[in-house]
């Protein structure tokens, strides 16, 4: 199997592809992983590079994970239509697309809900799965006080955070609980 990860800095820190890829090999999948990340860019800037495109329609991809900027998280209106674009030519393969929701900055927590709200209504408006990592990150936090899930940064995530991360776009693709 094949999975190309779309996004910017919270896709491409600790290497997530990779813990992606060795949660799925410790449940006997072969997966590959190719990520497209650039820092701070969101769906726009991937609905019009010439690398994604190329990627989408021929790598012959099982799944594709898309993450939008995070902080802060841009025009809703133009998100939206490059998720529509995105989408579009995704559907023009075998590859099955699910949205990477990300998190708040720390101290910030109380704008999760309305983060996830931006994902899940996406979801529902494309017929996509919504990986929901920010709320589970939330959820998280709370109950392990002793991990720490963000990086010194506070924005981006800790080897625990990248973590959890895949664990949650695993579970979301697959549909089963990622292996301890």
Request: aromatic share 12%.
């Amino acid at each position: 199997m094949r999975t190309l990860f779309i996004g910017n800095s919270h896709t491409y820190f600790n290497d997530m592809p990779a813990i992606f890829r060795d949660l799925c090999r410790d449940r006997g999948m072969d997966m590959e992983v190719t990520m497209l990340a650039t820092p701070g860019m969101g769906f726009d800037f991937h609905a019009a590079s010439e690398e994604a495109r190329f990627n989408i329609l021929f790598g012959d991809y099982d799944y594709i994970v898309l993450q939008h900027r995070a902080h802060p998280m841009g025009d809703l209106e133009v998100m939206d239509r490059a998720a529509g674009e995105l989408l579009a030519m995704i559907r023009t393969t075998k590859a099955v697309p699910v949205f990477y929701m990300t998190w708040t900055k720390k101290g910030e927590e109380a704008d999760q809900a309305e983060m996830a709200a931006v994902y899940e209504r996406l979801g529902r408006k494309y017929g996509v799965k919504v990986a929901p990592v920010g709320l589970r990150w939330q959820e998280a936090r709370i109950t392990h006080p002793e991990t720490e899930y963000y990086f010194a940064d506070g924005a981006h995530a800790s080897p625990a955070g990248s973590a959890l991360a895949a664990e949650v776009i695993f579970e979301t693709i697959f549909g089963e609980s990622a292996p301890e």
